[in-house]
């Protein structure tokens, strides 16, 4: 039904930067927040960033100052820019979505979904 699809990930010096990218498609009616989660071996899924559809923006206090999310409403597209990483930053990096599928029942009431990318593996290494 809806597809997330995450690109733009790869290997990076200390202090480099990296900008990934998600993009949604399938039966969507609207998006409401997207955002990108990370996980690394051995952690629990931690939230990056999130971006609403009308640009409100928060972020983890770990990456404040150095990613920036943005979003594409006419693209169901978000991306991260990433810079000043650190080797904790690597991790698999997972696109998220808020979706209302484009159903009469679920158009109407403004129902949402869950739905999540297969993930970009983003490494920070000298």
């Known amino acids: 039904q809806v597809q997330l699809v995450e690109s733009g990930g790869g290997l990076v010096q200390p202090g480099g930067s990296l900008r990934i990218s998600c993009a949604a498609s399938g039966n969507i009616f609207s998006i409401s927040d997207m955002g990108w989660f990370r996980q690394d071996p051995g952690k629990q899924r931690e939230l990056v960033a999130i971006?609403?559809?009308?640009?409100?923006?928060d972020y983890a206090d770990s990456v404040k100052g150095r990613f920036t999310i943005a979003r594409d409403n006419l693209r169901n597209t978000i991306i991260l820019q990433m810079n000043a990483l650190k080797p904790e930053d690597t991790a698999v990096y997972y696109c998220?979505?808020?979706?209302?599928?484009?159903?009469?029942?679920?158009?109407?009431?403004?129902?949402?979904?869950?739905?999540w990318g297969q993930g970009t593996q983003v490494t920070v290494s000298s």
């Open positions: 998220h979505a808020k979706v209302v599928l484009d159903g009469t029942v679920m158009r109407i009431l403004g129902l949402e979904s869950d739905y």
């Open positions: 971006i609403t559809s009308r640009g409100d923006t």
